[in-house]
Nanobody, 119 residues
């Protein structure tokens, strides 16, 4: 079982930066693939970025590629999302997710953190 707690959201002007953090409980964090999803008002939830258990493999959605970077620190049981050059369209609730290596879908979700980008 993994519990995920996000932090770092807030209000920022367009062009600014934020770093989201996700603290995970459990001693097996390093065996889980991690990721971030987001959901904007009136829109479906969408994938933002994912990272393998080792941190070697990273995937970013086209909409955020070049602006957002996912990383992890297994010693701290934490995954990060560095968000630069933020746009109003990035406004959403951001969710941290986790899955076992053998799982086809993300099994665990955090409660979400709000990111609001003003124009």
């Amino acid at each position: 079982q993994v519990q995920l707690v996000e932090s770092g959201g807030g209000l920022v002007q367009a062009g600014g930066s934020l770093r989201l953090s996700c603290a995970a409980s459990g001693r097996t964090f390093s065996t889980y693939s991690m990721g971030w999803f987001r959901q904007a008002p009136g829109k479906e939830r969408e994938f933002v970025a994912g990272i393998s258990w080792s941190g070697v493999t990273r995937v970013h959605a086209d909409l955020v590629k070049g602006r957002f970077t996912i990383s992890r620190d297994n010693a701290r049981n934490t995954v990060y999302l560095q968000m630069n050059s933020l746009e109003p369209e990035d406004t959403a609730v951001y969710y941290c997710v986790a899955k076992k290596a053998s799982s086809g879908s993300y099994d665990y979700w955090g409660q979400g953190t709000q990111v609001t980008v003003s124009s």
